[in-house]
């Protein structure tokens, strides 16, 4: 069960992730970063401080969140990741293609 919420700080919008964003919450995600995309957002900063797993298929999403973003000159940064989430961006290699700070202020 993954829940999404969202509130603009610092000309950015931040999105709180709780929960665990597997395949099927993966769509769902993905969905909604689309439709904030289309809205107009450009700077979205994902909070991960209360997200237990991830899996390829949310990994995939940042991803193409990221391209979209970059075409609108924008971008996507992602904090409070705990260890066990940055090994797997760490792995991945996607740590290397994402802006990864500790806190929300840092990535503001």
């Known amino acids: ?3 999404i ?3 603009h700080q610092g000309g950015a919008l931040v999105i709180a992730l709780t929960g665990r964003i597997d395949a099927s919450s993966a769509k769902d995600l993905e969905q909604q970063c689309l439709q904030w995309i289309s ?3 450009k700077q979205l900063v ?3 401080t209360a997200v237990s797993y991830i899996s390829s298929a949310a990994l995939r ?3 193409l969140v990221a391209k979209r973003l970059d ?3 924008g971008s996507v ?3 409070a990741l705990n260890s066990t989430l940055r090994d797997v961006f760490d792995i991945s290699g996607f740590s290397k293609l994402f802006a990864i700070t ?7």
């Open 1 to 3: 069960m993954l829940t």
């Open 5 to 7: 919420s969202s509130a």
């Open 39 to 41: 809205n107009g957002e």
């Open 46 to 48: 994902f909070d991960f």
């Open 61 to 63: 999403v940042f991803l």
């Open 71 to 73: 075409t609108a000159k």
């Open 77 to 79: 940064r992602l904090c």
């Open 102 to 108: 500790a806190t929300v202020e840092e990535a503001l």
